[in-house]
């Protein structure tokens, strides 16, 4: 579906509701993938539920019961970014410059609940807003998280000479296998990027939280052109309390740091297995997480 307003346009897949392109004129907001044969890579615009990045050897504890989920990372023994990254969603309403996609998710091993997603995208003359609101279906509470995460270009060859902007007083250390280990303020640290900094050599695969809004209740982190000019804004709203930040140091050689992915999340990685920051939905309730990107030019 291709979404359409002024100079504006965005490309949604039913594959994982994916966002699958973003431009405004001739300009590339972010780096996504082709039509047909174009595989996605590194979850790229895909929307990443029940639970955002990795979980420990996939195995929690949720109501009194040991829990053991598909190891879909088995390089770092972990299960990783949810289980409808490659299930098509229906497509419910579609107009010019909005779409709305829902999805069941069936009891299955590992996660053993009935929920229901509905993603809506729309274009305004400001950039694109995006919703995604989980209602569980079940009897019985539900483990949840969320996270989507879109790789975002300053119009540089490489993010090395871009800058960064990101508004949080907290980054979490993480292991080999990108799982925390520690929370640690920021101040007096490479993570310190409430200023705006060139990403330089700067390796980021990295959850921060803690995050300053302005008065709208919106977390902003940005990426702009080395020039100032340009640049395009991800902005966290209702829901969104984490953010990861990867330069795309571990992608397939010729995708490597050409872009910054940006994620917003609900939770920390290993959330199913630490409760931070996880939802907990009870029978018939629902949650709504919104963020949005916005392309900017001085």
């Known amino acids: 579906m291709t979404l359409c307003r002024g100079a504006h346009r965005a490309v949604v897949v039913e594959l994982g509701a994916a966002l699958r392109s973003y431009t405004v004129g001739e300009r590339t907001v972010i780096d996504g993938f082709g039509e047909q044969d174009d595989r996605i890579t590194g979850g790229r615009g895909q929307i990443l539920v029940p639970w955002p990045n990795r979980v420990r050897d996939g195995r929690y504890r949720w109501a009194g019961k040991d829990l053991q989920l598909p190891l879909t990372e088995p390089a770092g023994g ?43 995208y729309s274009l305004s003359a400001e950039g694109l807003d995006v919703a995604v609101t989980t209602r569980n279906l079940d009897t019985s509470p539900a483990p949840y998280g969320f996270g989507q995460h879109p790789y975002v270009t300053a119009g540089t060859a490489l993010v090395d000479q871009a800058v960064l902007t990101v508004p949080a007083r907290t980054w979490l250390r993480t292991d080999e296998r990108g ?51 340009f640049g395009t804004d991800v902005w966290l709203g209702e829901g969104a309390d984490y953010v990861q930040v990867y330069t795309g140091d571990t992608l397939p050689p010729e995708q490597r740091r050409r872009a910054v992915a940006i994620e917003a999340m609900t939770c920390p990685p290993d959330a199913l297995r630490s409760g931070a920051g996880l939802v907990t939905l009870g029978p018939g309730e629902q949650h709504t997480v919104r963020w949005g990107i916005t392309p900017w030019e001085v």
Not at 195 to 206: A, F, S
């Open 78 to 120: 972990n299960a990783i970014h949810g289980l409808l990254r490659w299930v098509a969603w229906q497509v419910v309403e579609a107009s010019d410059s909005r779409a709305v996609l829902e999805v069941p998710l069936w009891p299955q091993p590992g996660y053993p609940f009935h929920l229901r997603l509905r993603a809506r």
């Open 179 to 229: 799982l925390p280990v520690s929370t640690e303020p920021v101040t007096g640290t490479e993570y310190d990027l409430r200023t705006p900094q060139t990403i330089g050599v700067l390796r980021l695969d990295t959850p921060f939280t803690d995050l300053d809004r302005d008065a709208d209740g919106r977390a902003t982190v940005r990426l702009a052109h080395p020039s100032g000019a």
